[in-house]
């Protein structure tokens, strides 16, 4: 079987100056056309079961757990419909949104590489089908060229406050309020494909719109491994915690009792941040047991200065 190429819709990096120039000393034998093609075969040995010269030896995770190749939900894909890539070359670090046919049916997923030099050293999955997430139409995810696109240096937002934003629109979930989210009023946020922002009916808050999530008890082991501030993207994976229960919410202007399934929900959250501001947000997610691992330590704190 033809496999499919992924195109090129975005790019992303570390977090941490240490990190940072660590990774650029891994990776500068791979520019931007050479992490692409890595990402591709990895992708087609992923749908092949068969690892290759691409995967041999690498660590792979799917949905939380190490798996073999041959047992990824990759491998029953039979026709990819929606392709995203990130990259960021310069630290061997290259992101793929997807939506497929896959034998088991519609799939979502996302992909994480970690590259050094031309070689994989981690790759990251999360793979999800309709019965396995709250949110899910793979049918209308499509591409945003200008996500692609290079901003012109006076609308870039340093890599810093890239990640001040993203943390502050997950304190604004924890905190039900967006008050503190640096976010534009034209931004809307896509769970699996779907809107969940300014929908017909609904409030017109976009993406600080963020009353409605009491049932989120926390959002843990937040993890930062790509940015690109050339192109205003950055990417988050975190674990929200859902206790479940009863709790009460607005609906259609009213208070409604609403239940909730205990569960956690592995999350990859893509902002796309011009001139300091939240313009749109992607997102891939799956369900898990509650409390489970996203399968990768986050990053330890750094240490206090000495004064």
């Not at 034998?29 to 992490?35: E, G, K, Q």
């Not at 190749?69 to 997807?98: C, K, M, N, P, W």
């Not at 012109?152 to 943390?167: F, H, S, V």
Request: contains cysteine; charged residues 25%; aromatic residues 6%.
């Amino acid at each position: 079987m033809r496999r499919p190429r992924l195109a090129t819709l975005g790019v992303l990096a570390t977090v941490g100056v240490g990190a940072f120039a660590a990774d650029i000393a891994q990776a500068r034998d791979c520019d931007r056309a050479c992490a692409q093609a890595v990402s591709d075969a990895a992708f087609a040995a992923f749908q092949a079961g068969d690892p290759g010269k691409v995967l041999r030896g690498v660590r792979v995770t799917e949905n939380g757990r190490d798996i073999r190749l041959a047992d990824s939900q990759l491998h029953a894909i039979t026709r990819v419909r929606y392709t995203r890539t990130f990259i960021e070359a310069a630290a061997g670090a290259v992101g793929v949104y997807g939506a497929a046919d896959a034998a088991g049916g519609p799939t979502v997923y996302s992909l994480r590489l970690k590259l050094k030099g031309d070689r994989v050293i981690e790759a990251e999955t999360v793979v999800t089908r309709r019965s396995e997430a709250s949110l899910f139409a793979p049918e209308t995810m499509a591409g945003k060229p200008e996500w692609d696109q290079e901003l012109a240096p006076g609308r870039r937002t340093p890599r810093e406050a890239m990640i001040a934003a993203a943390n502050a629109y997950f304190d604004g979930i924890e905190a039900e309020s967006g008050a503190n989210v640096p976010a534009a009023p034209t931004c809307n946020r896509y769970e699996n494909g779907v809107k969940t922002t300014n929908r017909p009916g609904g409030p017109q808050e976009g993406c600080k719109g963020l009353g409605g999530f009491s049932y989120i008890e926390r959002i843990r082991d937040r993890r930062v491994p790509l940015i690109d501030e050339s192109r205003g993207l950055i990417w988050a994976l975190v674990v929200f915690d859902i206790p479940g229960g009863r709790y009460t919410a607005t609906v259609g202007g009213k208070f409604q009792q609403l239940k909730r399934e205990p569960r956690s929900v592995l999350i990859g959250e893509l902002f796309k941040i011009e001139a300091g501001q939240i313009q749109d947000i992607e997102v891939v997610m799956r369900n898990v047991p509650l409390g489970a691992s996203s399968g990768w330590a986050p990053p330890k704190p750094p240490k206090a200065k000495k004064t």
